[in-house]
């Protein structure tokens, strides 16, 4: 059974920098593409970023230059940094893999709340 943790999320301040995490299990990570995503209230989910087995990453328009996503596949893991961030960044992020477009492998994990406020 695959399963995502995600943590790290926190109360940041406008033009602030948070990180967060999401370590994978059950399944071979390495294989994988990985996205992040995020949900605020009262919206549907969206695709923040994503990264392929090779690295290459794809990020939405709405956090192109702001938010980098790596991965350390002997760790199972996913990161993403978040920089500049602003009030419309607050949501809550989880990561998933990607099987293609509005498709991912696993059940989402119980994400992690970030809240960008001053």
């Known amino acids: 059974q695959v399963q995502f943790v995600e943590s790290g999320g926190g109360l940041v301040q406008p033009g602030g920098s948070l990180s967060v995490s999401c370590v994978a299990s059950?399944?071979?990570?390495?294989?994988?593409?990985m996205g992040w995503y995020r949900q605020a209230p009262g919206k549907q989910r969206e695709s923040v970023a994503t990264?392929?087995?090779?690295?290459?990453?794809n990020y939405a328009d709405s956090v192109k230059g702001r938010f980098t996503i790596s991965r350390d596949n002997a760790k199972n893991t996913v990161y993403l940094q978040m920089n500049s961030l602003k009030p419309e960044d607050t949501a809550v992020y989880y990561c998933?893999?990607?099987?293609?477009?509005?498709?991912?492998?696993?059940?989402w994990g119980q994400g992690t709340q970030v809240t960008v406020s001053s």
């Open positions: 990264i392929t087995p090779g690295a290459s990453t």
């Open positions: 998933n893999a990607v099987m293609g477009p509005g498709s991912v492998l696993g059940s």
């Open positions: 059950g399944t071979i990570f390495s294989f994988y593409t």
